[in-house]
């Protein structure tokens, strides 16, 4: 027995070349405007005016006038059907919308596609404008597909800066480089600040002395961060507020060489310093704190 | 008016694929179950609904004779549309009263190319075939005009595709999902048949279906010219077929698309009791050029059978809707 496949065949069936026809006068106006990116309607004996232009009023049957009016380019969509996959014969190759689109001054809808990037920026009532072909030649597809009106720009922002750190900064980033945290004493609140600082936060008062604190501390309160950062090792990483020994208030830093789960308030931490050849006045000379092994420390309210 | 009736009515096991028949192969069998069911060898006018692109064949109809048997010569006429329209030309030719009786069929194989690209081909050549406007874009319009509500679709889908494999000639689809959900009719192959009797030779049967009334009506082409989200051709159509001059019992309609039923219904002023595609309708099985005959078969055949009284017939034809033809089918005058 033979099978189906074995006298299966694929056949073509095509006009090479294309079919011509002619266009009559109403239509023919019609694709002539189209060529110089103008579209046109056409008016019936009761004033309407039809879009595309039919050579008989679909109402009444009786031959249209011979009145042409410019519409558009512009009109409001109608109906509108999302294509997520275009077939090859479809004006545009990616998702874009068929649409029933009401041209300004038209009394009724042309059938054309809306590339609106989105399905969701589709709606009733949308403006859409017709975005022409450079090459155009008298046909429907003159027009490569319509586009929603301007609504939104994208507005660029960038400006160039030369920042230094300030005194303060400054000479932190120093002790940085040194391998120690240099903290501010205010004399008023008997408080000590880290990063150092010239001038107390609660007091306003000047800071005159500068003291050195410890390299370790206590986690007092930390999040596990999920997104990458160019700051952070891998992800997901932890960034914690550290109170180092000697100081009244945190640090922010990163905390490594501990899965991200076992990190807890409380925890005792040291700094993970870059090799002393390898500083710089960076805080990048820290690599993170690191679990020193004690046990946790008691936290203040 | 000369009465008309439907005496014999036979369609395909349809199938979802290309079951390697030629179209007259298809229909030489359907030919043969009517000829039977009708007690006619021979008819006083033959006519016949297909379309050549289908299959890419020119003059598909000339061949399909053969499965007939032209010999010696008959009168035979075709249309390039649904069976059903060349039905309604079989009507016409007996209103002239000198032949008695009619062979109408329609067959098409969807199989052989791409349907949703050859419905294409049927869009005026000037503003909308140049896009590549396909069959489901096109329809796709249409039901974003009607803005039906998604439940009561997919409940249309459910019920066509139950119904559907409870009718031995329908296609054997399983319950709507996401992914297959039904919303178009399936690829199809398939053909149908319909023997049609007039004046004194409808005494010769003893359960008739009347066609009391037949109409077509057809609106503008141009998608953008009427109202999508109703069919004003096919309520005048009912209204010059009489379908409110009594009660409906069935109704089997061309739903190519499930959102058309809401509008034909509406179109047609069905009453809510009235029952809709019994034959699973198009949604179950759709034989291109077949399929609106099929729904006066199906319909005629359940006054045949006597399990309707009166029912509606619906098909249609163009894009969404665009001409429509409804009968009445009644087991009296």
């Not at chain 2, 149908?192 to 003893?206: D, M, N, R, S």
Request: aromatic share 6%; with cysteine.
């Amino acid at each position: 027995m033979t099978t189906e496949s074995e006298l299966s065949a694929t056949y073509v069936l095509e006009f090479p070349g294309g079919y011509t026809r002619t266009t009559g006068p109403v239509i023919g106006r019609f694709l002539t405007e189209l060529r110089d990116a103008r579209i046109v309607g056409v008016r019936t004996a009761d004033q309407r005016t039809l879009v595309p232009p039919l050579e008989y009023d679909p109402h009444t049957g009786d031959p249209v006038t011979e009145e042409f009016v410019q519409v558009g380019p512009a009109g409001t969509v109608a109906e509108w059907v999302w294509v997520q996959a275009p077939r090859k014969n479809h004006p545009l190759d990616r998702p874009f919308a068929w649409a029933l689109i009401k041209l300004d001054g038209a009394d009724t809808t042309l059938v054309h596609a809306v590339d609106a990037g989105h399905k969701k920026a589709m709606r009733p009532g949308l403006r859409v404008r017709p975005r022409w072909r450079a090459e155009r030649i008298g046909q429907i597809t003159d027009i490569e597909c319509f586009v929603p009106d301007v609504t939104m720009i994208v507005s660029p922002v960038r400006a160039e800066y030369t920042i230094t750190p300030g005194r303060a900064l400054t000479r932190f980033l120093e002790g940085v480089r040194d391998g120690v945290f240099l903290a501010g004493h205010c004399a008023t609140c008997d408080k000590v600040y880290v990063p150092y600082r010239i001038s107390c936060p609660e007091c306003g008062s000047l800071i005159a002395a500068e003291r050195q604190v410890s390299d370790t501390g206590t986690i007092t309160t930390f999040a596990i961060n999920n997104l990458p950062d160019p700051r952070a090792p891998q992800v997901p990483f932890v960034s914690a507020y550290i109170l180092l020994d000697g100081a009244d208030t945190p640090m922010i830093a990163l905390v490594g060489d501990v899965p991200a789960h076992e990190v807890r308030q409380g925890m005792r931490v040291r700094a993970v310093w870059l090799p002393e050849s390898e500083r710089t006045l960076a805080m990048t000379n820290i690599k993170w704190f690191a679990p020193t092994g004690e046990p946790d420390a008691e936290l203040e309210n | 008016m000369r009465e008309v009736a439907i005496v014999a009515f036979a369609q395909t096991v349809h199938t979802d694929h290309d079951a390697g028949l030629t179209e007259p192969e298809l229909l030489q069998p359907v030919i043969e179950e009517v000829r039977a069911k009708s007690g006619l060898r021979r008819f006083g006018f033959t006519c016949s609904g297909s379309c050549d692109y289908l299959a890419g064949a020119p003059f598909s109809f000339v061949s399909a004779l053969d499965s007939l048997g032209a010999w010696p010569p008959i009168s035979e006429s075709h249309v390039e549309m649904d069976g059903a329209f060349a039905l309604y030309e079989a009507w016409v030719r007996l209103q002239h009263g000198d032949v008695d009786s009619a062979l109408v069929y329609g067959f098409g194989k969807t199989s052989m190319s791409d349907l949703r690209e050859i419905m294409t081909l049927q869009l005026d050549p000037y503003y909308l075939a140049p896009l590549g406007l396909d069959q489901i874009s096109f329809a796709g319009l249409q039901a974003s005009a009607r803005g039906a509500d998604r439940a009561e679709l997919d409940a249309i889908v459910r019920r066509s595709r139950a119904d559907g494999r409870a009718n031995p000639y329908a296609l054997n689809l399983p319950d709507p999902t996401e992914e297959d959900d039904g919303h178009v009719a399936p690829i199809t192959d398939g053909a149908a048949a319909i023997v049609l009797v007039a004046g004194e030779e409808i005494t010769k049967y003893p359960r008739p279906a009347y066609i009391t009334g037949i109409a077509h009506r057809i609106e503008p082409h141009y998608l953008g010219m009427r109202n999508l989200a109703q069919s004003t051709s096919t309520a005048d159509a009912a209204t010059a077929a009489g379908v409110g001059k009594g009660p409906v019992d069935v109704a089997e309609l061309h739903t190519q698309f499930s959102h058309e039923e809401p509008i034909l219904r509406e179109a047609l002023g069905l009453p809510e009791d009235t029952v809709i595609n019994p034959s699973g309708g198009p949604l179950a099985a759709n034989p291109v050029m077949a399929t609106g005959l099929i729904r006066i078969g199906e319909a005629a055949q359940r006054v045949l059978d006597g399990t309707a009284r009166r029912a509606v017939a619906h098909a249609t034809s163009g894009p969404c809707l665009q001409h429509n033809l409804v009968a009445v089918l009644s087991s009296e005058v």
